[in-house]
């Protein structure tokens, strides 16, 4: 899923385990949670609108590229302070595989094209995994584009659970 999707996610598992766990419980079940949960919602993101590889031809996955990443941002803007544990842990698997792993691997690659340095560290391959066990059964959906429909309703679900919580934007 997308960045927005995660950060959600990860607020909402910082905010329960900082309202019920104490201290250092708070911050290992924070860590642990938004770890997993990156996992489980990469998981179901087979029912998304989700490709595996950038369409920078088409028009209609630009435009929601470009709305998704800005959301996401704003996401990261109005929320990082407070709840940046989650944050970066729901994300992690994101980091590791997108930013870290595939630029050293592309380099590599230039120098080597057969080279599968780094694939066995891949951490979404873990998601890989969980999606063929558990979610199985769902609809792949990645390459149809009203699969944005269910992803906007996860985010707004997600919106939802968080504005129940009453999130501080403070650090409290």
Known sequence: METITHNLVG?????LCFRFLIFPWNLIGTIFFAFISHIFVDGIAIITYHTPDAQKGDKFW????YIIYGVSLLSIIIFIIPYWLGM???NIIDIWDWLILRPIQKRI???NPE???GEKYYLHRTVDW???KLFFWLPVRNYKKSGIMIEIFIIIALSIIL???GPSLFIT
């Open 109 to 111: 690659r230039k120098k």
């Open 88 to 90: 970066i842990f729901a």
């Open 163 to 165: 504005g129940f919580l």
């Open 130 to 132: 969980v999606r063929d």
């Open 11 to 15: 607020i909402i598992i910082q905010i």
């Open 115 to 117: 080279s599968k340095w």
């Open 62 to 65: 630009l435009v929601w590229h």
